[in-house]
């Protein structure tokens, strides 16, 4: 299932256009994001949010920076259908890929059956996604005893976002992803961004601005920042969060520190050998990219 995963990650034929893969916002070349302030989707749209890291994504408590997702399988299939993004359908997503005849196979050797629906599509995928993991990074190395693998201004960076009770929001394995936290929690956040966080899920007023906290593995390679992708560089970025989360203004030497700790998550990224994709089959419908959806 991993393989056809794989496979269907790298894919355009997904999206309406036959231009756009999971892989073309969520680059596994550059940290799992596409690094640009909000995503560019069907037709040239701009997505109205960052695009998160897939990277160590599984170990969340909800998946979409609203939650709205509470698998990545489930993830998996809002894009596709999302009029922003890949701009298909369930239904012409299931058409391509069950007219393309190269795929029967792998749909066979994961399902039992070649049958192609679009929860099996999300399943592979999101089956694919759950190996995409950074475990090898110097700050574990450290925590597993090796007291060479960081640097001591990294070491001080660490001891200060201990101190100031930054793993409060950032915790768990990923140092993140475990908790929905208002973004501006003592001073409000200025953005032109029109998402309303959790709650243009749940659509309960206690819920605007919050926003499932980022993961920090691997924060050097993913920005720009926030859910607006409003700060492309780290020291800006620690420097906002300790003024709008812990009313306080961190000195230049602190947030070195800080950042140099961050740069101690980046880990070892995850070695993806490109799939060589089936061609279209005599009844897969050709993708017009220039004719805009309705």
């Known amino acids: 299932m991993q393989k056809l995963g794989r496979m269907l990650w790298f894919d355009p034929r997904l999206s309406r256009s036959g231009f756009i893969s999971c892989n073309s916002c969520h680059n596994l070349s550059t940290g799992g994001v596409d690094n640009l302030k909000t995503s560019v989707g069907d037709y040239w749209q701009q997505g109205p949010i960052n695009s998160p890291t897939v990277l160590n994504a599984e170990h ?5 920076w609203d939650g709205r997702a509470s698998t990545l399988e489930e993830q998996a299939g809002g894009p596709i259908t999302n009029s922003k993004e890949m701009g298909a359908t369930h239904e012409l997503a299931v058409t391509v890929i069950d007219s393309i005849p190269g795929y029967k196979p792998y749909f066979r050797k994961a399902f039992g059956t070649d049958e192609v629906t679009f929860d099996r599509i999300t399943a592979s995928i999101g089956a694919f996604e759950k190996t995409l993991v950074t475990p090898d990074y110097p700050f574990a190395r450290y925590m597993k005893g090796d007291r060479n693998a960081i640097s001591e201004q990294q070491i001080r960076g660490w001891e200060t976002f201990k ?5 409060t929001c950032h915790s768990g394995p990923n140092y993140g992803g ?14 032109t961004n029109p998402s309303l966080g959790r709650a243009d899920f749940t659509k309960r007023d206690r819920d605007r601005m919050f926003f499932k906290v980022p993961i920090l593995l691997n924060i050097e390679l993913t920005y720009p920042y926030f859910h607006d992708g409003a ?5 800006e970025a620690v420097k906002i969060m300790g003024e709008l989360q812990l009313e306080r203004s961190f000195s230049p030497e602190q947030i070195a520190d800080i950042v140099a700790w961050l740069k101690s ?17 005599p009844l897969t419908p050709i993708a017009e990219p220039w004719q805009k959806s309705n």
Do not use: H, W
């Open 231 to 235: 700060v492309s560089s780290l020291p």
């Open 60 to 64: 969340q408590v909800a998946q979409f």
């Open 265 to 281: 998550l980046t880990g070892k990224q995850p070695e993806i050998v490109l799939p060589k994709l089936p061609p279209n089959g």
């Open 178 to 191: 475990k908790s929905f936290q208002k973004m501006g929690a003592v001073k409000d956040y200025e953005t």
């Open 163 to 167: 101190k100031y009770r930054c793993v």
